[in-house]
């Protein structure tokens, strides 16, 4: 059954009748010898060594050819090395355990030395000796990081903190949070590994932030309510969102770093919880006065942090170009494949693995090729399949060697097939003729004639499949390394040799066979770091995630929350980018510092925005005391982590560098780019907006602008498309006016947030040419206007007339410009008139800044006049709420629009000539402005407004006005039983909600508002 089809072609030759006759006189040859004892028995067995056919097989197991064996011990092939193997009783990942192992080991190898005068030299390696190497080397590692880190920090808390009692007891709560984080992590693991213990300066730098926050902004407040009221919101949520950020560990592949990740969590969240409880304990309460010299160092925080990074146009466009840059290079950070790298090794270790790959390059020229199967059956079954494949390349000289597990180990279908082989083999004349060959020489050499039958008689035995016990005996003393059995899969493993020029060729051999797999070193590796890759973009994405959610929920607001979460992903992009551009790699160990880098940008953030919220309610200027917190926060994590470039283990001088950089990359972008973007919300030109921008508003300004550039883009087509229409120019006109028309009408009725109310007194249909007069708040009067009739051509200014977006269509629909004078647009206007068309003018000449009616040009009632037209008057409101003059975003709101009687010409109700009708309907406008707002302007119509006041100063004030609001019914009563005109004193005004609403709704309202709470007074004051 170990005969192959092969074996038996080679049996032919074997059993012939010359090979025979040879046979049996070399046999009789060897009996006759000294040394016939050692092969009577095999001889009488075998006569013509058809066994060694199969043996043969045997000589293939040892595939290196590298070593040698002598008196049972392995050498090298030039015998100058003696090589011992042995097998540690723990896993390389017991440290503990091996270390005591590798102290024993080297006091042998002393001892043996010195026995032979050191004239023998003795080496050791493997995976438990590195992996004790890289132990007792993060161990001193973290010692000494953690010493000189504990200076820095003493030295540089000593210049901020100048209490001797609050210096004593600024770490009190962090290291009894690292004690309950121990505690916890003790519970749950029976130990700690090295990697948590490595990460405790950096969790030192996280915790220690937080009690010198308070210390801190206690020398600017100088009362410690004051400060707990400023500080204690930011402190927790930047310790909820850094403990989810290192949460977000315990969802990866890796235990290690899913114990960092509860340790990290546990300590981060418990030191900002008992840094509010114990500290303010032992700061005086009723201290008033500090000593206000500041040192060097205080004086160089002071600078930096009242320089506005945001004011400066070069640093914001530096730093946006920079991002861009970081964004691209992003993409080419890489995942360190070479895990030696990150290893640490002696230099003793690193002279044994050279000399071992000189003696042998076995790791290097070795693949393996691993075949599946439900049970030992199933299993032979596959690989039987893939031992073809292995002799083909063999064939090929694609490999030098492989295991021939599948020649001697086969299935049991196999070895029926095999058995049957035999059989067939073996036809009676076959036997017949060797029986009768082998008779006849064994009585011509000498030999009885029956001496043979034994032989003769197993040819013709009927062979069964090998036994479960012989087959177990093979498989233990053979190939007991070749397999492995667990959760109901067997693995069995061969070893293939190749050489450095065919080794990439191997990989594509063995895809077709689907339970088969080839595995090399390379792609371990590469696997290895396929699955690191997954893992890295999964904490990266879960992480950022979850800070992003918790900064919304924290702050009440989508827009803060996204504000505060941008320097965190953009400091990240920038460290990638660094990263990427200078070939810096990630590996297992500097990846966790992802999450610190994340962490440190969550608080700064945080710190940035609580102080720029509350320099908008109160007008407070705690950003500044926030900034020099983050500067010496910044100072004291970089001494945490800086420190480890001192590390000799090349994993902790990685994190160092990376820390480094994430962390000055924080502290720019938080203090350039998030004042900047907040201030784009709640202010323009230095000055606050009467009302800030939201999510809201700019989905709105997004989507009204797409439809406008839309509609622009569809009236140039259409411009197109009449210019080609084999028509008249008149016809070509009418046709553009009206996709005008039905351009602005479906812009009109798209922007549904904004609703529209239209009053038409005399139900004017303006089919008789006029010219139509309109107050001007907004760009959205015009489109509003346009809505009305296609009919209809209008005066515009030059920015109209040159726009990129319109200007084609307006100059070909005979729109004018103002600027051309009155006598040329007369004449050019007359044509038009008498086509049915009527002229829009707005005789404001521009948009009001408040929406009140401002002074009437004479133009448009100068064309009237000359060209004998009707006046037709429309007042908008509430446009100019919509879309303010010098915004660039569009609010919901309602806009009313009101279309008055028409004033026929020659307007001799308003007056005898055009100045005088200029006078009249400026007065006519005002007095039915007052009256339209009169009507509009509602305890509904300003809720919005009033609410909008209170966005970006804290989810509770805006929950608060919000309900409150609601629950008054807007003020609705108050505004009914208080006369427009009235000097009110409102007692108890709280944060001024009825105050402005009652303001809001007559400015002939003279209101003071007092109340015994003076922060609510300080936020009602802005």
């Known amino acids: 059954m170990f005969l192959s089809q092969s074996d038996l072609l080679k049996l032919d030759s074997i059993i012939s009748y010359n090979n025979v006759q040879n046979a049996i006189r070399k046999d009789y040859e060897s009996l006759i010898s000294p040394a016939s004892f050692a092969f009577k028995e095999n001889i009488t067995r075998d006569p013509l060594g058809i066994a060694a056919l199969a043996l043969k097989k045997l000589k293939n197991i040892a595939i290196n050819d590298n070593y040698d064996t002598y008196n049972g011990f392995i050498f090298s092939k030039n015998r100058k090395n003696l090589l011992m193997f042995s097998n540690t009783v723990n896993q390389s990942n017991k440290t503990s355990e091996n270390i005591k192992m590798a102290d024993l080991l080297e006091q042998k190898i002393s001892k043996t030395s010195v026995k032979h005068n050191n004239l023998i030299k003795i080496e050791t390696f493997g995976s438990s000796l590195i992996a004790v190497a890289n132990a007792k080397t993060l161990k001193n590692d973290i010692i000494l990081t953690l010493s000189i880190a504990t200076v820095l920090l003493i030295l540089i808390i000593s210049f901020s903190v100048k209490d001797k009692k609050v210096f004593l007891i600024i770490f009190i709560p962090t290291v009894l949070a690292g004690g309950i984080a121990l505690s916890a992590l003790a519970c749950l693991t029976p130990a700690i590994s090295v990697i948590t213990l490595s990460m405790a300066p950096i969790i030192l730098a996280i915790t220690v932030d937080y009690s010198l926050h308070i210390i801190s902004h206690q020398k600017h407040k100088k009362d410690i309510r004051a400060t707990l009221k400023d500080v204690a919101f930011p402190i927790m949520v930047c310790g909820i969102a850094t403990a989810f950020e290192f949460i977000s560990l315990f969802f990866v592949s890796s235990k290690v770093l899913q114990e960092l990740g509860i340790f990290a969590s546990i300590s981060v969240f418990v030191s900002a919880a008992l840094t509010l409880i114990i500290l303010p304990q032992f700061i005086d309460k009723n201290k008033t006065s500090h000593n206000s010299e500041m040192n060097l160092l205080e004086n160089m925080l002071d600078k930096i942090t009242r320089f506005e990074f945001d004011k400066y146009k070069y640093i914001i466009i530096t730093f946006s170009i920079l991002t861009v840059v970081f964004a691209y290079f992003a993409f080419k950070v890489e995942f360190e494949g070479d895990m030696l790298k990150i290893n640490y090794m002696s230099d003793e270790l690193k002279v044994a693995e050279n000399n071992l790959k000189k003696i042998n390059d076995f790791t290097e020229n070795t693949a393996y090729v691993v075949s599946s199967g439900a049970n030992i059956e199933e299993a032979l079954k596959n690989n039987e399949k893939v031992n073809v494949k292995f002799n083909k390349l063999k064939s090929e000289k694609r490999i030098t060697n492989f295991t021939p597990v599948s020649e001697i180990l086969m299935s049991d279908s196999t070895q029926i097939e ?166 810096i790699k990630f590996n297992i160990f500097n990846i966790i510092i992802s999450s610190f880098i994340t962490g440190m940008g969550v608080d700064y953030s945080t710190y940035i925005m609580q102080g720029l919220i509350q320099g908008y309610s109160t007008n407070n200027k705690t950003l500044i005391s926030f900034k020099s917190n983050i500067l010496v926060s910044a100072m004291i994590t970089i001494s945490g982590t800086g420190v480890l470039i001192f590390a000799k283990h090349p994993a902790l001088n990685s994190i160092a560098l990376i820390s480094i950089i994430g962390l000055l990359s924080v502290v720019l972008i938080s203090y350039t780019f998030e004042p900047l973007l907040f201030k784009m919300l709640v202010s323009k030109n230095g000055k606050n907006r009467v009302v800030p921008v939201t999510l809201s508003n700019l989905l709105l300004t997004i989507a009204a602008f797409t439809i406008f550039v839309t509609g622009s883009i569809f009236l140039n087509l259409c411009l197109l498309l009449a210019i080609l229409l084999p028509v008249k ?97 007369i004449n050019n206007l007359k044509p038009k008139i008498d086509e049915g068309y009527s002229v829009l003018v707005f005789p404001e000449g521009s948009r009001s800044k408040d929406q009140n009616i401002t002074r009437f040009h004479k133009g448009a009632f100068y064309l009237a006049k000359q060209l004998n037209l009707d006046i037709v008057p429309i007042i908008i409101h509430g446009a100019g709420d919509c879309m303010r003059k010098g915004e660039n975003y569009v609010r919901s709101g309602k806009i009313t629009l009101k279309i008055f009687d028409r004033i026929s010409a020659p307007h001799v109700d308003f007056g005898n000539d055009y100045h005088e009708l200029t006078k009249s309907l400026q007065t006519f406008y005002r007095t039915n402005y007052k009256l339209l707002k009169k009507d509009c302007e509602t305890a509904d119509y300003f809720a919005d407004t009033l609410i909008k006041n209170y966005v970006f100063k804290g989810p509770i004030l805006e929950w608060y006005c919000r309900i409150k609001v609601k629950l008054e019914d807007n003020y609705r009563y108050f505004n009914e039983i208080i006369p427009p005109k009235a000097d009110i004193m409102d007692i108890g005004c709280g944060y001024g909600f009825m105050s402005y609403m009652l303001g809001f709704l007559s400015n002939e309202r003279k209101i003071f508002g007092i109340d015994y709470d003076a922060d609510k007074i300080e936020i009602a004051q802005n």
């Open 418 to 583: 095999r058995i049957k082989a035999w059989k067939y083999f073996w036809t009676q004349s076959k036997k017949d003729s060797l029986k009768s060959n082998i008779q006849k020489f064994a009585v011509g050499a000498g030999f009885n004639q029956n001496c043979f039958n034994g032989f003769i008689s197993s040819i013709e035995k009927n062979y069964k499949p090998l036994s479960k016990e012989s087959f177990n005996l093979l498989k233990e003393n053979l190939f007991k390394e070749n397999f492995n059995e667990k959760d109901n899969i067997v693995n069995i493993v061969n070893i293939l040799k190749t050489d450095k020029t065919h080794r990439s060729e191997l990989k594509n051999q063995f895809s077709e066979f689907s339970n088969s797999t080839l595995i090399d070193q390379q792609s371990i590796l590469m696997k290895y770091v396929e699955y690191l890759n997954k893992d890295f973009n999964f904490i990266a994405n879960i992480s950022l995630l979850l800070v992003l959610i918790i900064l919304i929920i924290a702050f009440g607001r989508i827009e803060i929350g996204f504000i505060t979460f941008f320097p965190i992903f953009i400091s990240w992009v920038w460290t990638l980018g660094i990263m990427g551009l200078f070939g």
């Open 729 to 825: 120019l008149k016809i070509k006109k009418l046709f553009v006016h009206y996709c005008m028309f039905y351009s602005c009408r479906g812009l009109v009725y798209l922007l549904f947030p904004i609703t529209k109310k239209r009053i038409n007194i005399s139900r004017e249909n303006f089919k008789k040419p006029s010219v139509i007069i309109s107050n001007h708040q907004s760009h959205i009067d015009l489109v509003i206007l346009l809505s009305l009739t296609p009919k209809m051509v209008v005066l515009t200014t030059n920015w109209v007339w040159e726009s990129p977006f319109y200007g084609f269509v307006i100059r070909f629909i005979d729109f004018y410009n103002v600027n051309d004078g009155n006598e040329s647009i």
